[in-house]
């Protein structure tokens, strides 16, 4: 609820003694709009709305405030498409000299169609600025979805015009401007106030100049996806004046000039640095670059700069016009520069012409090839390859999400995410010296106890899903509780309030009573008393994830059948006694990355044992029965495991109809026959025996089967027909019990 008490005793009070901190206002219990949530706030206050959609258009009227969803764009947003007045159609407006401390955070902005104004030297009469709205005021916009707007002037998505608002990490697509700016428009002529766009994504929008972005003069933009948008004139991804254009990933974008980046409005000293500009197609001139002229004279700089497989060709210089290049990777070297007479084209050091070897993971299909030299697998000549003055900025071409260092590679690099916040033990499980040595936190032990039913095992290590695996060996009796690898100390490293345990698991069959009864992935009935259990029981005929650490006795389950024999598949158990990610639940199992269990109690209790047992097991014949791999513990309920999960990519995204298309597949089983399909009508359902999975397309069709390595990983090279362009496309790999993900895509 509100913690302000709207009464003129609460304003008195404010005006007597001042306030330092703001109060918070919820949305819709104190006011039923976020209209009248801002009009009651004052500077610093906190305006949170629950999740909905709410019909209204909203201006924030010069207030310091605060205006974020509770729960997320996803299931929280602002639809404009009713304006009380025509004239008023943006769903968001920024127009009373709000600062960067006036914040809009996790909307979905639908629906507008601009605020009605004249720019006596931008443009005539019309709406402008679709979703958001920001004339003369400079406001903080982030972790929004942008989206299904439109404008008859400039600036569908958002039009920022002489402000230095801060637009990151939003989502921007399916934005359309008559003129220019289907994503972002800006108009900022004072090069002390101008925007920064950091961090976002912008896709599928359309302009007549600028599909993505269409920037007037300065701006900086900065760590962006831009792909698939489309002008009808010049600078599919971006049209840009005098910017910073630097760490962005443009690919996929189509102009008539311009198809990656057009610099000329309507002055350009251009800087564009560090970034990767492929698969780009302007139907004219200038498939990467194309840089207009101008009475003055127009000055660009690229350095640090990948520009492959755009067409018609790569660069465009038009008369009138300067391009310093330099440490840049250009596919057909100063061949594929065309320049007209009366430009000028500085190429300078560092220059290269070779495959940048982009290599695709699950995070994204334009990471550079890195492969230790012991591998005698080439590494991209882009490494390491910057202007050695370029200072290096935080961000990975690396697929190990290790961060670049020495000198700065060529090309985008992506974020780097910390793999290993609120990780608190990785174990690999493939040796004793990995057992003894953890990849990250404590080490495990090997169980030294014994007496009665209680039996050391004897371990061995087998192929697993990344490299080996532990599994047990030897000769046990009926009623053998068998231990075999321990966390000692559990209580340092679980905490009863929240968590995660995740391994991969590997069975031969289910357990079955007095012959091999239990599996314990991660201690289980019959191990070592850690309060918690993830375990495979034939007692129950279940795979059950358990909370009880001294409390109530909480258990939820899965049928073991349902898992495919001698097949890897990922299992992991979260808890959050408050609620998983503000869900009501408080307990899942995930099998696959997918939920089959869950459970909402709350009373289990708080003291946490002395040790687990990992991978031991009941009975006589429990040797050989299931393994584990990879073992990780963190301290935070996990949901998503996309990192560890078998994946399809394709490179290029959209693909191009007469040249070769690459499919990848990770993190499948090793040397497993692994099945290429695809559909031309899109997502459906196809259940196919032999491999005891459903393929999630419509018709699917097979392309062709490949084994995959001693990885798990697999690639198909396949040319693409020159009659193919103008389709959609849809595609997904599968073994045998598991497919990847489907890649939606399109042929240009």
């Known amino acids: 609820m509100c913690t302000r008490i709207f ?75 009713n304006p009380v007045s025509p004239d008023y159609g943006s769903v968001v407006r920024f127009n009373s000299g709000e600062t960067h401390d006036t914040r809009l955070e996790g909307f979905t902005i639908t629906n507008g169609y601009g605020t009605y104004k004249s720019y006596s030297t931008h443009g005539g009469p019309g709406h402008w600025g679709g979703g958001i709205f920001c004339d003369l005021a400079s406001p903080t916009i982030t972790g929004n979805i942008i989206t299904n707007n439109t404008a008859s002037q400039w600036g569908a998505g958002i039009w920022v015009y002489e402000s230095a608002t801060i637009i990151s990490d939003n989502d921007i697509y399916s934005n359309a401007a008559t003129h220019y700016g289907g994503g972002v428009s800006t108009m900022c002529t004072n090069p002390s106030i101008y925007p920064t766009m950091i961090n976002n994504t912008l896709y599928d929008n359309t302009a007549s100049y600028g599909g993505g972005i269409f920037n007037g003069d300065f701006a900086d933009v900065i760590g962006n996806v831009i792909y698939l948008n489309s002008s009808s004139s010049g600078g599919g991804g971006i049209n840009t004046g005098a910017s910073t254009i630097k760490n962005n990933l443009i690919t996929g974008n189509s ?23 492929t698969g780009n197609t302007a139907s004219y001139k200038g498939g990467g670059i194309y840089v207009e002229g101008s009475v003055d004279i127009r000055y660009v700089v ?20 300067i391009l310093d290049i330099s440490y840049s990777d250009i596919d057909g070297g100063q061949s594929s520069v065309d320049i007209e007479p009366g430009a000028t084209l500085n190429w300078g050091f560092g220059m290269i012409d070779t495959n940048p070897l982009f290599e695709s993971v699950p995070e994204g299909d334009y990471y550079l090839k890195q492969d230790p030299p012991q591998t005698g697998e080439p590494t991209s000549h882009c490494v390491d390859a910057g202007d050695p003055q370029t200072a290096m900025f935080d961000g990975t071409t690396r697929t190990d999400h290790v961060q670049d260092t020495g000198i700065v590679d060529m090309g985008y690099h992506y974020p780097v995410e910390d793999l290993f916040q609120g990780l608190v033990l990785w174990n690999k499980l493939g040796s004793d010296n990995e057992v003894l040595n953890s990849a ?69 069959g289910v357990p079955v009573a007095y012959s091999h009864g239990e599996y314990r992935l991660f201690d289980g009935s019959f191990g070592l008393g850690s309060g918690m259990f993830l375990d495979v029981a034939a007692s129950t005929n279940s795979m059950r994830f358990m909370l009880e650490f001294g409390g109530a006795h909480r258990k939820i389950e899965y049928d073991p059948s349902n898992i495919p024999n001698y097949h890897w598949v990922h299992v992991a158990a979260s808890w959050d006694r408050n609620g998983i990610e503000g869900s009501q639940d408080t307990m899942r199992l995930y099998v696959g990355g997918n939920i089959v269990a869950s459970a909402n109690w709350t009373d289990w209790g708080t003291a946490v044992g002395s040790a687990a047992d990992i991978c031991g097991g009941n009975d006589q014949n429990i040797a050989g029965k299931f393994r584990v791999d990879e073992l990780k513990i963190w301290d935070y309920a996990k949901t998503d495991f996309g990192l560890d ?31 290429l399909v695809y559909s031309l009508i899109g997502l459906g359902s196809k259940y196919v025996p032999p491999l005891e999975v459903t393929i999630g397309l419509k018709n699917p069709v097979l392309i062709d089967m490949e084994m995959t390595d001693s990885t798990g990983m697999a690639d198909w090279i396949k040319h693409i027909p020159s009659y193919a362009g103008g389709y959609p496309v849809w595609f997904q790999a599968a073994q045998y019990g598991q497919v990847t993900n489907v890649v939606a895509t399109s042929i240009l």
Not at 47 to 66: A, C, H, M, Q, W
Request: hydrophobic share 40%; aromatic share 12%; with cysteine.
């Open 302 to 321: 690229v350095r640090n700069t990948i520009l492959w497989k755009n067409t018609p060709d790569e660069i465009y210089i038009k008369a009138n016009s």
């Open 7 to 81: 009464s003129f005793g609460f304003f008195l009070f404010l005006f007597v003694f001042g306030m330092t901190q703001g109060a918070t206002i919820y949305v819709p219990d104190d006011f039923p709009t976020i209209q009248t949530a801002i009009d009651a706030a004052v500077d610093n206050d906190l305006v949170i709305v629950k999740p909905g959609t709410y019909l209204e258009n909203i201006d924030f009227v010069g207030k310091k405030i605060t205006v974020k969803s509770e729960a997320g764009p996803e299931v929280t947003t602002i639809d404009g498409g």
């Open 440 to 508: 990250f936190g404590p080490n495990l032990e090997f169980y030294t106890g014994g007496g009665g039913f209680e039996v050391p095992g004897d371990r061995v290590y087998v192929p697993g899903k990344e490299g080996d695996s532990v599994t047990l060996k030897g000769q046990y009796s009926a009623l053998d509780r068998v231990h075999n690898l321990v966390l000692n100390n559990v209580s340092n490293y679980i905490d009863p309030e929240k968590g995660c345990v995740e391994v991969w698991y590997y069975q031969s």
């Open 645 to 675: 999960l078998f994946t399809l990519a394709v490179t290029p995204n959209p693909i191009i109809a007469g040249a070769n298309a690459t499919f990848s597949v990770v993190n499948g089983d090793p040397m497993t026959p692994t099945y």
């Open 255 to 277: 102009a008539a000039i311009g198809g990656g980046i057009r610099c000329g409005s309507p002055t350009s000293s251009a800087i564009i640095e560090n970034n990767t500009i």
